[in-house]
T-cell receptor, first 111, second 113 residues
Framework: TQLLEQSPQFLSIQEGENLTVYCNSS?????LQWYRQEPGEGPVLLVT?????EVKKLKRLTFQFGDARKDSSLHITAAQPGDTGLYLC???????????FGKGTLLTVNP | GAGVSQSPRYKVAKRGQDVALRCDPI?????LFWYQQALGQGPEFLTY????????KSGLPSDRFFAERPEGSVSTLKIQRTQQEDSAVYLC???????????FGSGTRLTVV
């Protein structure tokens, strides 16, 4: 069974601060996806990373895939209240369709 | 449609009642997935369809859970004789292939009382 551990589980920060959340596994994934989920809604895809060592930027969000394709991080610069939500990482493993999700990091950005 | 549509948004069922949850995926999306999300947890895989074929049902928790997609578009997840532990949000997702990102619906929140 492939497991993804996310840390921290909860994070409450002030507007303007920077933060990093982590997604770790002992398993290798062919690709890794990050989603953001707001209360009462389904997860929304932010990015897919495929190559070990890959870095992708989406405005103030920077995503990195580990060299060994076992871990990933999400860094947010100058967080805003609109960034509040549950951040989920999800990995594609041996199958080419089944996503394994972490438990998520619940981020609250206070104005 | 523009997105994945799920209905109902909320369902309260008495223990032992049967329920049916509907998913209308994005038109043309070949792959359809059902996930279960318990409170405070990430989504967990239930089942996968490619067109009308159910290729993986390994995540269904028991034989009380049944899913179908008879014409390769709309899918229904049926839960028979609901139990309290079935209370969760049931998410449907679709994608054009299996390897690109999923588009999720808003989910159906099932509460079994």
């Amino acid at each position: 069974t492939q497991l993804l551990e996310q840390s921290p589980q909860f994070l409450s920060i002030q507007e303007g601060e920077n933060l990093t959340v982590y997604c770790n596994s002992s398993s290798v994934f062919s690709s890794l996806q990050w989603y953001r989920q707001e209360p009462g809604e389904g997860p929304v895809l932010l990015v897919t990373v495929v190559t070990g060592g890959e870095v992708k930027k989406l405005k103030r969000l920077t995503f990195q895939f580990g060299d060994a394709r076992k871990d990933s991080s999400l860094h947010i610069t100058a967080a805003q209240p609109g960034d509040t939500g549950l951040y989920l990482c999800a990995g594609l493993g041996g199958s080419n369709y089944k996503l394994t999700f972490g438990k998520g990091t619940l981020l609250t950005v206070n104005p | 449609g523009a997105g994945v549509s799920q209905s109902p948004r909320y369902k309260v069922a008495k223990r032992g009642q049967d329920v049916a949850l509907r998913c209308d995926p994005i038109s043309g999306h070949v792959s359809l997935f059902w996930y279960q999300q318990a409170l405070g947890q990430g989504p967990e895989f239930l089942t996968y369809f490619q067109n009308e074929a159910q290729l993986d049902k390994s995540g269904l928790p028991s034989d009380r859970f049944f899913a179908e997609r008879p014409e390769g578009s709309v899918s229904t997840l049926k839960i028979q004789r609901t139990q309290q532990e079935d209370s969760a949000v049931y998410l449907c997702a679709s994608s054009f292939t299996g390897v690109d990102g999923y588009t999720f619906g808003s989910g159906t929140r099932l509460t079994v009382v």
